[in-house]
Nanobody
Framework: QVQLVESGGGLVQAGGSLRLSCAAS????????MGWFRQAPGKEREFVAA???????????DYADSVKGRFTIFRDDAKNTVYLQMNSLKPEDTAVYYC?????????????????WGQGTQVTVSS
């Protein structure tokens, strides 16, 4: 099982940017699907973005409607790291962000598609 550690969270003003990182250890990412979920206070954890192997050497990227056009997920398999670039942040993006590894074929992925989870990193967007 892959171990995941997130970093890069913090406090940012609305309209600002943050880049989250998720460093994997224990195995290489290879064709593993990698995702980002978030959980705001008092709410259930929700899907944000994920990449899945297309079987032909590249990855699809899937996004929640709420972050399309603002967030970008990308991976550097040489560094065994996945990133979430977050631009044009809004106060409603405030949450703990979790990195996850697993497999899925049909978007949007579910939490149960991912067997490995990081500990989470706090993102706070002030208005």
């Amino acid at each position: 099982q892959v171990q995941l550690v997130e970093s890069g969270g913090g406090l940012v003003q609305a309209g600002g940017s943050l880049r989250l990182s998720c460093a994997a250890s224990g195995r290489t990412l290879n064709s593993l699907a990698m995702g980002w979920f978030r959980q705001a206070p008092g709410k259930e954890r929700e899907f944000v973005a994920a990449t899945r192997w297309n079987g032909r050497g590249t990855f699809f990227a899937d996004y929640a409607d709420s972050v399309k056009g603002r967030f970008t997920i990308f991976r550097d398999d040489a560094k065994n790291t996945v990133y979430l670039q977050m631009n044009s942040l809004k106060p409603e993006d405030t949450a703990v962000y979790y990195c996850a590894g697993g497999y899925y074929n049909m978007p949007p992925p579910r939490e149960t598609d991912f067997g490995s989870w990081g500990q989470g990193t706090q993102v706070t967007v002030s208005s």
